[in-house]
């Protein structure tokens, strides 16, 4: 779930708010360290069945029946250059963004989260939700037990946990090529919701940012809360290959079993090889049997890619279940040229993977992306993936880097993510009330919040205006020189 809001109270038991501590030892590891008990998310006898043709691997050509893992490459010692003085400049005659820096040492990152997922035995949802049939429920207050240790924010960075999808389609000679891949990354995206049915992410405060820097999967990352009401967050990320961006505003409505969280505004992406940017929405996002322990998630609708400079669009239908539909996830689209022809067809379950395959031979698959396997302990790291449970992590090299508006050092959260949950709950309350005197003030003064980091400017192709990044993050980053514009969480 998605969905938050400041004021209302709860009734909540929250005695069950025992944590864990945790070594740093216990719960740290290298980039290049692989979880050596998961499992690959498909059965190796699936490509077995009578009639089922050979699955082709895209990176080598050759025929597999085993599952085959698109996988991020780590950064490897020697290819860190313990260089300080590395840093980045800037290139206004070109208008090159400048290089990210360069750390002495790779970054380690946590492999668990220092505290165990919360109970939600003692909440009552009905009494939250039986007088909001039909209704916004940001405007609903919730108890914080509901929440899972990452916000709005970090979620939108989730969904390059794929990236090398897109560095991929950046190197593709056809355009067809590229398409696929891109809808492939697309899918991708929602694959880390599948474990966490139950949880919303924490609500960003108004001008509330959160960085991304990951010099192992070729990207950088900044997002800001832009706006309250209606919340909108933004993002932007850049690498050699690609940049990525947009801004996302979340309804949701409550109808009695289920939960509804409608998304607005479209994810762009531009890949450097060719210049080449795609367009897509987003589909709807659903939470069944609200009140039981058999609760889950579902995603449905009809997602559309669109690239004005190749003229191909792809469409993907995620399929909702029902009683006479035995199969979950499910996604079904094709790709078709400018004229409307069909190049070929898509298919896979969000949480699996995507393939491709042309109508006269179905039955030879060609991979274009299948999931990562979860940690073997996902279920005490509130069903996150490996990428996901790194994100909240304030490592060495962040140290007297970030601005003092950074996710990292929100303290409800943190308290949250330690399993301290009678103090995360009255830390929340504090910096919920201290944000809405800020706007009052505001208010009575006649200003109005202006974005750090982004700005709303007409959008090239039509239709409405988009938040985008108006630079500045990464050049005042590199200076150290990022003053304190607002104070969010003291």
């Known amino acids: 779930m998605f969905f938050d809001a400041e004021e209302g109270e709860s009734d909540v038991d929250e005695s069950d708010s025992s944590s864990f501590g945790a070594d740093d030892d216990d719960y740290r590891y290298s980039a290049e360290e692989e979880f050596e008990d998961d499992v690959a998310p498909f059965d190796d006898d699936e490509d077995e069945e009578e009639g089922q043709g050979p699955v082709i691997d895209k990176t080598t050509g050759k025929e597999s029946n085993e599952a085959i893992l698109v996988t991020s490459v780590p950064v490897s010692p020697s290819d860190v250059k313990p260089n300080p003085d590395d840093h980045a400049t800037e290139n206004p005659a070109d208008g090159t963004p400048p290089e990210p820096p360069k750390y002495a040492q790779p970054v380690v990152r946590r492999k668990t989260l220092p505290a165990p997922t919360t109970s939600m035995e003692n909440i009552s949802i009905m009494s939250l939700l039986r007088n909001n049939v039909g209704k916004d429920l940001s405007t609903v207050a919730m108890p914080i037990l509901l929440n899972e240790p990452i916000n709005l924010l970090q979620k939108l960075a989730e969904e390059l946990e794929y990236c090398e999808l897109l560095q991929e389609a950046n190197n593709a000679a056809d355009p067809a090529d590229r398409i696929a891949l891109i809808a492939a990354f697309a899918v991708s995206g929602y694959s880390s919701s599948v474990n966490r049915p139950g949880r ?185 993936t490996a990428f996901t449970v790194e994100l909240n992590d304030l490592t060495p090299d962040l140290i007297g880097v970030l601005p003092n508006t950074d996710t990292r050092y929100r303290p409800d959260q943190r308290m949250y993510e330690e399993g301290r949950v009678d103090d995360a709950e009255k830390e929340k309350q504090r910096l919920e009330q ?28 039509g239709g409405e205006a988009t938040w985008t990044y108006r630079g500045g993050y990464w050049e005042k980053r590199e200076k150290r020189a990022f003053e304190p514009q607002l104070d969010l969480f003291s």
């Open 200 to 384: 919303k992410p924490f609500n960003p405060l108004l001008g509330e940012t959160y960085e991304c820097l990951r010099e192992d999967k070729g990207f950088r990352y900044i997002s800001e809360k832009v706006s309250h009401h209606p919340p909108i967050m933004a993002c932007h990320a850049d690498s050699d290959a690609y940049t990525f961006y947009q801004d996302n505003l979340l309804k949701s409505k409550f109808w009695g079993k289920s939960m509804e969280l409608i998304p607005s505004g479209s994810v762009h992406v531009q890949l450097k090889s060719t210049g080449e940017l795609y367009v897509w929405n987003k589909v709807t996002t659903c939470m069944r049997n609200i009140f039981s322990t058999g609760r889950y998630l579902e995603h449905y609708g009809v997602m559309k890619i669109t690239c004005a400079e190749s003229g191909l669009t792809a469409q993907l239908s995620f399929k909702e279940s029902g009683y006479f539909v035995s199969a979950k996830n499910e996604i079904t689209g094709s790709v078709l040229s400018a004229s409307g022809q069909e190049l070929f067809q898509l298919s896979g379950k969000w949480d699996e993977g995507l393939y491709r395959f042309h109508s006269s031979s179905p039955n030879n698959l060609e991979v274009l992306w299948r999931a990562r396997p979860c940690p073997p302990h996902h279920s005490q790291m509130y069903g996150f």
């Open 434 to 461: 201290k944000q809405r005197e800020y706007r009052k003030r505001l208010e009575a003064e006649g200003k109005r919040w202006e974005p750090q980091f982004f700005e709303l400017k007409p959008n090239e192709g």
